[in-house]
């Protein structure tokens, strides 16, 4: 089983769509929850950290339920520039900043 | 302005070969890893170092050798290349290794062993 699993995709959607990215992680112990973005042939950069209250930046809303080993990501009114794989990202156990890397879901809005 | 920068960008190489991939932060960081990227989009972490020292060295073949001469710089060495080795491979760096702390990645470096 891998250790953060997500659907690939991809996710055709029209503009101003909302649409809703899923994961589940297998390490109970994980501390930490990121998304990150990668847009083609570049490097992934964070999107926002995902706490456990759920929080929300802008168009952007991330929550993180625990006992399920769940996280998720919701877009809103999406924009041709949302187009990207978004990376859901959980770190290890131990304090080592080792960042485990979900395959990545990739999207593409169309106008 | 780069914040993580790797050099080079692009590289192809017959196997057999000794190349060297280059890194550099201009952060201010304490830690910095390597990240290898495969055919499948997957991104795994290879190495960490904090302070010129190795905290992580995940299941990777011994002809991957990273080098940190100081805090801003991991250099990643990887001797007699094989056709499985073709990737993107990426550098990073964070303030700490602590929890909620920022990765931030250099642009990759797309490996090509013919």
């Known amino acids: 089983r891998k250790e953060v699993e997500q659907d690939p995709g991809p996710f055709n959607v029209p503009e101003g769509a909302t649409v809703a990215f899923n994961c589940t992680y297998s390490n109970s112990a994980s501390q930490s929850f990121f998304w990150y973005r990668q847009d083609c042939r570049k490097e992934p950069k964070l999107l926002m950290s995902v706490y456990s209250s759920g929080n929300e930046d802008g168009r952007f809303t991330a929550q993180l339920n625990r006992a399920s080993q769940y996280i998720s990501l919701l877009i809103r009114d999406s924009k041709l520039s949302d187009s990207a794989t978004y990376l859901c990202?959980?770190?290890?156990?131990?304090?080592?900043?080792?960042?485990?890397f979900g395959q990545g879901t990739t999207l593409q809005v169309k106008p | 302005d780069t914040a993580v920068s790797q050099t080079p960008k692009y590289l192809v190489t017959q196997m057999g070969n000794d190349k060297s991939i280059k890194c550099e932060q201009n952060l201010g960081h304490d830690t910095m890893y390597w990240y290898k990227q495969d055919s499948k989009k997957f991104l795994k972490i290879m190495f960490s170092?904090?302070?010129?020292?190795?905290?992580i060295n995940e299941t990777v073949p011994n002809r991957f050798s990273p080098k940190s001469p100081d805090k801003a710089h991991l250099n990643l060495h990887i001797n007699s290349l094989e056709l499985g080795d073709s990737a993107v491979y990426f550098c990073?760096?964070?303030?700490?290794?602590?929890?909620?702390?920022?990765?931030?990645f250099g642009q990759g470096t797309r490996l090509t062993v013919v």
């Open positions: 990202v959980v770190t290890g156990s131990s304090n080592t900043g080792k960042l485990i």
């Open positions: 990073a760096s964070s303030q700490d290794p602590g929890l909620n702390t920022e990765a931030f």
């Open positions: 170092y904090n302070n010129k020292e190795l905290i």
